[in-house]
């Protein structure tokens, strides 16, 4: 009976354990630059400008689904060469299909759900990501990380399916074989439930 028991308890553990890893692992939703932590969800445009940063648009959404609750952005910030990163940024959104309001209140109240850092932007500045700088950051250290190398991808990408979002280490382009770029971005589910 004893057996049987200790039994009963090793599969339900390991049905939570299962569980647990169903989502992915647990990796940080945030990326430290020039001093300060960017947490993905809850760092807003404002924040970023009020530490000096500039902004200036990369794009605009191409199309929205009709059940969305937020619209995304895209904007660099810049300090000047070798302080700059890109950030996708999400506002409520209004239903309608001319989004002008929405550009229009963005670069200061959308909130960051995407950053994204390459090794010739953060030359001037700090900029690190679990621990590790991102100057430092190679492929092995994706892999060891949990990544898994994207086949089908246009330049050399690993990516990581995290519980809470997603990270993608990639080449500068297609003839390269060296890490350049690193991105972090929260899956929308999670980013939508933190504005709750």
Not at 186 to 193: A, I, Y
Request: negative net charge; charged residues 25%.
């Amino acid at each position: 009976m004893k057996a049987k028991g200790l039994l009963i308890v090793s599969v339900i553990c390991l049905l939570m354990g299962l569980t647990a890893c169903a989502g992915g692992p647990e990796m940080p939703m945030e990326l430290t630059v020039d001093g300060h932590t960017i947490v993905l969800g809850k760092t807003t445009m404002k924040e970023m400008t009020d530490l000096g940063y500039e902004v200036y648009v990369t794009g605009t959404p191409d199309t929205i689904k009709k059940d969305a609750k937020y619209v995304p952005f895209y904007y660099s910030l810049t300090k000047g060469v070798g302080n700059e990163m890109f950030v996708t940024v999400c506002v409520p959104w209004g239903g309608s299909a001319d989004v002008s309001a929405e550009q229009a209140s963005a670069p200061s109240e959308g909130i960051i759900k995407r950053v994204e850092v390459r090794t010739s932007t953060v030359e001037k500045v700090a900029a690190s990501y679990n621990g590790e700088e991102i100057k430092e950051l190679t492929f092995e250290k994706a892999i060891e990380w949990g990544a898994k190398q994207k086949e089908d991808a246009s330049v050399k990408t690993y990516e990581i399916k995290a519980k809470d979002g997603f990270l993608k280490f990639e080449s500068e382009n297609t003839s390269g074989e060296d890490f350049h770029t690193f991105s972090v971005e929260l899956k929308m589910d999670v980013f939508e439930k933190m504005q709750k």
